[in-house]
């Protein structure tokens, strides 16, 4: 497979937050048990930089790592070093995928989590979380211009932009709105806004404060609703540790810390005041529960019957996507072998030039250049004719090279039997070479076409869920990772066999067709 | 356009004139200035050593080739050197001038019919009703009517070559170039085709066959031309050539052929 997947964790960028110095002198060991959880004094904490502001964030002016999580932690550790008399404990920034972050605490990458991770029943199967640093709310963000959207019911049927697997994405699905359209990150919700491609953004208040603060276009509507809280997330077996984090989130709180952070980042609310009763996850979740509209996940209730049609119909997705880009690419591809072939020298240097070009540049640069990058010179595309022009861009550059090599292995003297039989050679071209070319083409285009199949999960960046997409909305909601996974391989499956099936048929068929 | 006596059926008429043909490649001269004249409805066999510039000449004839001096006519039509470009000339020389080749070239992608239908509807322009009737008596003349649905894959080399004739015919040619027709087949399956030859003969077609059947070009050809480095050493009726060559290089080759 020619693609990269825009999915595979960045492990392996750790960043060295900081080291803290001076902390009080204590004659006292810290717990035998904590010593050994933490060998070389080092608390990792795994975050997500990538539209991470203002929870985590390179300052683009220092390149600091900075944010609002980024000082919980600092006084957190500050703390640590107090209550564990451990003046040499660190603490180390993990980079990690937002959404693989559970994934990335249960394999050991890093010790907690301060990634604005919500603290839900679900997650618990896994993981634990301490009492809530933050009590977040959602924030419907419209244009300063908009008149008809006052707040969130005045959006039940308009295209309403949110981060994929977000808690503001559970709330709309669980009141069942109809046009809701996902991101991988925060930032493009909010672009997509600008563009007027959404009409409203609906996500937690740090990030619609951090992204509409000094921004005159933007506007906030509405009560603020779907409250819950955000916690630090540790493993579920990780109950030493779990204590020692919570006591010392405790304490910093208590002295008022927390508050201040929260002040300075200007995301305070006076709701936030309730943290003082909330002092587990399990009163928070009462907590929640008894605020309405807030939704609770729930693993069992994710049954085939509530997930195989989410499937199929994002398959279907797939399906169309790919068909649609083949057709593109097949066409372009066509030409740009042609021109190849057979142009004058610029055209030949031309179709040479798109070949190297779009083989060349990535695919996911490229879907985000046509879809964010294009309006900021007045071309808005939507987000499935920036994918059907992305994919047949960059396939078409295969297609040309396969059709250019099929082409050339006619051999030679087909074009002098066409041309004594008076064929011009746009005739022998059309009737005699080309119907050659395509069954030789045929192998290696089925290949792309099954490549394709699964390419297409990059359009999730640009808000478009396809199967796989689906799959890891599904899975990360369900935690049943095997079992809809096995489905969702076995609707790829579905799609790809087929089709070779079908190219074996025809290239059967026509060898007797051929010598 | 006074030399061009077109169409009068003529034994002799030069329908196809070469003056001083000269081809070159990498600086050596393949052709070294033929000079010769194909009347309408002649036969004629080319002979003579590999190499000689036998397949070079009839390539010349239908802009297969450039050339490099001289002139070829064929009818009214005429190829310079720097003049073989001309695409209405050459589309319209090669609808005048059909050729078969030694490794027949049929369009695998066809059946009989269809590659023998396909120049019809495609240059000429005919129903495919036309064309399919013509088609299959054309393949019925070349002994293949019961083979019109086969696939070139599915036939002999005899059979292959044999459609190839059919459709180089197809197109009502004045003249058909033959290189080699017969190279590529075995022993037994030569005479299919060069039976088909030998009824052609009384269309009135004109036809320059390069061979290496000295029996054959003996048989049917009226006239025997030698080719060997680029010169035509010897020519004229078989009887006189191949039974009585007057130049030691026809001897030679003769000698080296017959054994």
Known sequence: MRLQSRRRLLIGFVALLATFSGASRMDAAPPESIRNRLPDAVLRWGGDTEGGAPFQYFDPKTEKLVGFEVDIVEALVEQLRKDLAWPELKAEFVQYEWVSLPQGLEKRDFDIVVSGMEITNRNDAKMQFTRPYYLFAQQLTVRADEAKIDDLDDCRDEPIGTLSGSAADDLMKARLFSNIVTYDGQIEPYQDLRNGRVSAVLLDVPIAVYNTTGKPEFKSVGKLEGWGGYGIALRRDDDELAKAVDEALATIAKAGKVDEIVRKWNIWNAEQHQLEELTSSDKLLTWVAAQSGAPTGNPSAWTISVYGPLLLKAAGVTVALTFLSMAVAMTIGLIVAVCRLYGPGPVKWGALAYVEFFRGIPLLLLLTFLYYGLPEVGISLSAWQAAIIGFGLNYAAFEAEIYRSSIMAVPKGQWEAAQTLGMSEVTAFRRVIFPQAFRTALGPMTNDFVAMFKDTSLVSVISVVELTKQYQILARTSLKFVEIGALTALLYLMMSVPLGYLARYLEDKWSTGHK | ?259
């Open chain 2, 1 to 259: 356009m006074s030399t061009a006596q077109m169409g009068n059926g003529t034994l002799g008429a030069p329908l196809v004139e070469l003056t001083n043909l000269v081809k070159r490649y990498h600086g050596r001269a393949i052709l070294d200035g033929i000079s010769a004249k194909f009347g309408q409805g002649e036969i004629t066999a080319m002979i003579g050593p590999s190499g000689g510039g036998k397949s070079t000449l009839l390539r010349s004839l239908n802009g297969l080739n450039t050339i490099d001096g001289g002139e070829v006519r064929v009818g009214e039509y005429r190829f310079t050197p720097g003049k073989t470009c001309d695409r209405e000339t050459l589309q319209a020389v090669r609808r005048m001038v059909g050729m078969v080749f030694q490794d027949f070239q049929l369009f695998p992608h066809l059946t009989a019919l269809g590659n023998v239908m396909e120049a019809p509807v495609q240059v000429a322009g005919k129903s495919r009703a036309e064309a399919e009737t013509r088609g299959r008596e054309l393949l019925k003349r070349v002994g293949l009517g019961e083979r019109t649905g086969h696939y070139p894959s599915q036939l002999s080399g005899g059979q292959k070559q044999r459609v190839a004739i059919a459709r180089a015919l197809a197109m009502e040619p004045r003249v058909l170039l033959c290189d080699e027709i017969t190279s590529a087949l075995d022993p037994e399956l030569k005479h299919e085709v060069l039976d088909v030859l030998e009824d052609l003969r009384d269309d009135g077609l004109t036809i320059l066959m390069v061979t290496h059947e000295i029996g054959f070009a003996r048989r049917a050809a009226n006239r025997v031309v030698v080719l060997a480095e680029g010169k035509i050493v010897e020519e004229g009726p078989p009887q006189q050539v191949i039974d009585a060559p007057i130049t030691e290089r026809t001897q030679r080759f003769l000698k080296n052929v017959l054994g």
